[in-house]
């Protein structure tokens, strides 16, 4: 099954729309909540009037930052570690007097229906107590009085750094020093469905129902939160409208939670808005980067030096490990005897920023890629040319972080296939030294990604598996299916292993801590890695498990060879006895009733690198700022597909989230204020279907040894090339650099006057 293009377990419930979404399953008379969000971008709330809201007829319960547990929790969706140091930051409160961006969380009223809770919220007086807002990190690590955080006084939430060889001396022998600064903007994820749960209380526990990635991590959060035990809560997970990392930060689900409570127990929903969830769930963060390189005469890198700047935003969420990851990445890939990094995380009075599809690396790819153009651009060099020149060939490891390592490297195999597909060499040619208005280029980026976040974080997963009465098979993991298509090839998973077609294994494509086995969730391109091991191992013992109960029921015949095939147990390669009958026989004998079932919790130590390439054709017109995308390609080597077509389907989303990257998108905020501008999907500049061009993905496939069926990571990698590849297009065409994305008409005008081209 492994390989196969099998449809999707949950297209007939999605396209019928007999899938339940959380909004779907609200119990009846659910109240509804509303938060109350901060005026201002930086200081404390002086005073609270909430008595006009809680006079007002349908509203139940107002609260205020007065009114919540003192203490901070972390809300991260990272595994939770027993070592201190491996430990998120705590530094949220759910509801504050702290001030720290613009919409900070300081009240919530909890009322009858949405239009009183709306209501209600007007009617709160607040009196503000302002500071001065910094939005830009370079200045906010020089400290602010007072700082955003009193125990970060000169606002730098984390620093690292490393060394490998002697950089310095690396420049001196150099040829030819390039030196660049780029910088990447803020964006949002802009999933389907916005964030939205429902709490309410059942024989003294908590249940929460919500739309998220990590239904386990959620369930700990919010025990930190309310400072409770964690087993008095429960975290049901219903189908998922997308979250592409916005939904691994537990935000709102402990404020729920606590709502439930100051009520009786009875059901509150607490939505998010369109608005809200722009300015107030997590962001893409914004990073700046100054890179040096020294080249020999051959274009050969000798040293290399990264500084990296990340705008973290008003809270930690997933801080450092944003930036750090981007620091791993700029000692992969290209071969470098001296390398230097440095990265700061920076707390600023803006949007917090959080897990975004590529976690860090779409960012740092922008950066490195437009940067190793602009080398060879200076050196008079193909990039393709320069590029292979300097790239690692076949195996090579993280020098600080084992086992990370490209175990399988099809990146020569990407490139021919992505310069055949774009017509590289004739093109270069073609449209080198144009005039004119409009004018074309090609362009190409690469990029390469880890599969989970093993050691750098645990890695665990768990599967169960039974045998039905009718010889089909029961899969129930705690990986989550948030539109992906991870329930698909989970099931592929268990039929590969189990010798059935797809039809006979019935995954839960739903979770609930109460009963799903433990998993972290979906995130990190981890979930066919990680619980693929599990799911395979699970799936060999239920196997085991069968074979030796057919044992019992076929004692004349040599059980030495025999096998499960496609609903039979066969003895030397011929059926022998149904696999239905023996279900049966196991569930219902009076002498041998032993229901097989199988269960496993796995921790995974194990990783490995994935990559890739973008190649892009684009027409600039000068005069008007407008690129248009020709034609672009992505090229994969994510080890053997387990279902081309789901895979197809993920490059294809995410180059469109690439180029949405690249050419338009951009939280814009007040500088004075750090208000958002365009919070909404009408100012908001996503892509749509007239500006996308058709999209060709293609894949090298390599079966990779550490891959539980030779697979590594797939999900992130097609947002991360784009951006770059469109922009050394641009620089083919026109000869201009640009050193920041998105490239919005206003700034190629801006560039293209700089460069005298109007």
């Known amino acids: 099954m492994i390989g196969k293009s099998v449809p999707r377990v949950d297209a007939y419930e999605k396209v019928t729309g007999r899938a339940k979404f959380t909004e779907d ?53 990272h595994p939770w570690s027993v070592e201190l140091a491996h430990q998120d930051v705590a530094d949220r409160n759910l509801l504050t007097g702290r001030v720290r961006y613009y919409g900070d969380d300081i009240a919530a009223v909890v009322a009858e229906d949405e239009i009183i809770a709306s209501r209600a919220l007007k009617k709160i007086k607040v009196e503000y107590e302002e500071y001065p807002v910094e939005i830009h990190p ?23 750094n490393y060394f490998i060889g002697d950089v310095d001396k690396g420049m001196e022998e150099a040829e030819t020093v390039v030196k660049g600064t780029y910088k990447t903007p803020i964006v949002q994820h802009c999933h389907i469905e916005n964030p939205i749960s429902y709490a309410y209380m059942e024989k003294g526990r908590i249940v929460v129902v919500t739309s998220t990635q990590i239904p386990h991590i959620v369930r700990r959060v919010i025990g930190q939160a309310l400072g409770i035990p964690w087993g008095n809560i429960r975290v049901i997970k219903p189908y998922v409208g997308g979250g592409f990392g916005n939904k691994q930060d537990v935000l709102y689900e402990p404020l ?7 009520v ?45 700047y990340s705008n973290q935003g008003a809270y930690a969420s997933h801080g450092h490990a944003i930036a750090a990851n981007g620091l791993t990445s700029w000692r992969l890939q290209y071969a470098c005897p001296n390398i230097r990094g440095e990265a700061y995380t920076i707390y600023t009075n803006t949007p917090v920023g959080g897990a975004m599809r590529g976690y ?20 008079k060099m193909d990039p393709l040319e320069f590029r292979r020149k300097n790239l690692i060939k076949g195996y090579y490891e993280d020098k600080y972080l084992k086992p990370i ?94 010798h059935m077609e797809p039809e006979q294994i019935h995954i839960v494509s739903f979770q609930d801590t109460d009963v799903t086995p433990f998993d972290t969730g979906a995130y990190a391109s981890r979930q066919s890695f990680v619980t693929g091991t599990a799911i395979k191992e699970c799936a060999e013992q239920l196997y085991d498990k069968i074979l030796d109960y057919a044992k019992t029921l076929l004692p004349e015949i040599d059980t030495r060879d025999l096998t499960l095939e496609n609903g039979w147990i066969c003895a030397a390669g011929e059926p022998a006895l149904a696999l239905e009958a023996l279900a049966q026989e196991c569930y219902y004998s009076l002498t041998n009733s032993s229901v097989i079932t199988a269960e496993v919790s796995r921790q995974v130590k194990k990783n490995t690198i994935a990559t890739g390439c973008c190649f892009a054709e684009v027409e600039v017109d000068i005069s008007l700022g407008k690129i248009k995308v020709l034609h672009i390609i992505n090229v994969h080597d994510s080890g053997k597909l387990l279902n081309p077509q789901l895979a197809e389907m ?50 090298v496939q390599l079966d990779d040894p550490m891959g539980p069926y030779g697979n590594k990571a797939l999900g992130e990698p097609p947002a991360i090339p784009s951006a770059p590849a469109i922009r050394n297009a641009v620089l083919h065409a026109t000869g201009v650099s640009f050193h920041e994305n998105p490239l919005t008409p206003q700034r190629l005008i801006d560039g293209f006057k700089e460069a005298g081209l109007i």
């Open 264 to 308: 009786g127990g009875r059901p509150v929903k607490l939505d998010v808005s369109r608005e809200e969830t722009f300015r107030n769930t997590r962001t893409r963060h914004s990073i700046e980067y100054d890179l040096t390189a020294g080249v020999d005469k051959e274009g050969h890198l000798l040293a290399k030096d990264m500084k990296e």
């Open 360 to 379: 860090g690396i779409p960012q740092v790819c922008f950066a490195i890629e437009c940067f190793m153009d602009d080398i060879a651009y200076q050196l």
């Open 650 to 699: 993920q490059v294809h989303g995410g180059m469109s989230m690439g180029m949405g990257y690249g050419l338009s998108e951009q939280m814009i905020l007040d500088k004075k204020t750090g208000r958002l501008l365009n919070g909404n999907l009408l100012d908001y500049k996503l892509m749509t279907t007239l500006d996308t061009p058709d999209i060709k993905a293609d894949f």
């Open 405 to 498: 390592a490209a175990n399988t490297n099809g990146i020569f195999e990407c490139l021919q296939k992505g310069a055949e597909y774009i017509h590289w060499d004739e093109k270069r040619k073609e449209y080198a030294n144009q005039t004119g208005n409009l004018r074309r280029g090609v362009g190409l980026s690469l990029f390469s990604y880890k599969t989970g976040v093993w050691p750098i974080s645990l890695e665990i997963a768990g599967a169960r598996m039974s045998l039905n009465q009718d010889g089909s098979v029961q899969l129930q993991v705690g990986a989550t299916e948030i539109g992906q298509g991870a329930d698909t090839v989970f099931t592929q998973m268990a039929a590969e292993t189990l």
């Open 256 to 262: 729920n939670a606590f709502l439930t409570m100051q």
């Open 25 to 77: 399953l609200l119990p009846k008379r659910c109240l509804v909540a509303k938060v109350l969000h901060a005026t201002i971008g930086n200081g404390i709330v002086k005073s609270i009037d909430t008595s006009e809201a809680e006079s007002m007829e349908g509203v139940v319960k107002v609260v205020t930052f007065h009114d919540v547990p003192d203490h901070c929790y972390p809300t991260p969706g």
């Open 138 to 160: 370079r200045k906010s690590m020089y400290g602010s009085k007072p700082p955003i955080h009193f125990d970060k006084k000169d606002n730098v939430l984390a620093r690292s």
